[in-house]
């Protein structure tokens, strides 16, 4: 059984479309995120999502919102997709808030905005 | 801002010998470091973490790490190298209020075994 499993895993579209990313953990985790990982393989923290609080990366553009439908679910919506969004964005989760700092990945989802 | 500092994007290193990957913290009163490895088109795994208690902790797999205050480092070492280590290894911290505002990533380290 996959932990954290995300989809699709590829990822390609033309700029000014819409998509979304889909993520799941059968954990029991409480505690959710996004990372982005650009070209050169810098990961940054996009949100985290923890008994309802979002947290917000603020240099994240608002054209991407996260969605959580119940505690095991944290989906990536990315409204008007620009070249720039190309990226493997990463899900994860941890237990506790994330304090003993051990994150759970996914596999990641590459995304090519063309 | 926090921020965790890895010089060495890549390291080549021949098989059989050992290694060290450079991470640097900035500091603060209250941080957790980790090292995270990436394998080839995989997500992230936890190699090891330090939280308190003995500086130098160890993974399953032979690599161990030290944290050192006073230099603000918590490099990652391993004596001997086999090709199954080639792959991308972040360095992260979380500072003191972090939790849900996830770790900070150095930029990684390419670590590329030659036979």
């Known amino acids: 059984d996959t932990a954290v499993s995300q989809t699709p895993k590829y990822l390609v579209t033309q700029m000014g479309n819409d998509k979304s990313i889909k993520c799941e953990q059968n954990l029991g985790h409480d505690t959710m995120y996004w990372y982005k990982q650009d070209s050169k393989k810098f990961l940054k923290i996009m949100f985290s999502y923890n008994n309802k609080e979002l947290i917000i990366n603020e240099t994240v553009p608002n054209r991407f919102s996260p969605k959580s439908p119940d505690k095991a679910h944290l989906n990536l919506h990315i409204n008007s997709l620009e070249l720039g969004d190309s990226a493997v964005y990463f899900c994860?989760?941890?237990?506790?808030?994330?304090?003993?700092?051990?994150?759970?990945f996914g596999e990641g989802s590459r995304l090519t905005v063309l | 801002a926090q921020s965790v500092t890895q010089l060495d994007s890549q390291v080549p290193v021949f098989e059989e010998a050992p290694v060290e990957l450079r991470c640097n913290y900035s500091?603060?009163?209250?941080?957790?470091l980790f090292w995270y490895v990436q394998y080839p088109n995989q997500g992230l795994q936890l190699l090891l973490k330090?939280?308190?208690?003995?500086?130098l902790v160890e993974s399953i797999n032979g690599f161990e790490a030290e944290f050192n205050k006073s230099q603000t480092s918590f490099h990652l070492r391993k004596p001997s190298v086999h090709i199954s280590d080639t792959a991308e290894y972040f360095c992260?911290?979380?500072?003191?209020?972090?939790?849900?505002?996830?770790?900070?990533f150095g930029k990684g380290t390419h670590l590329i075994i030659q036979p």
């Open positions: 330090y939280l308190s208690g003995s500086t």
């Open positions: 992260a911290a979380m500072y003191s209020g972090g939790g849900a505002d996830g770790l900070t």
């Open positions: 500091s603060s009163v209250s941080v957790y």
């Open positions: 994860a989760s941890s237990q506790a808030g994330g304090y003993t700092g051990e994150l759970f």
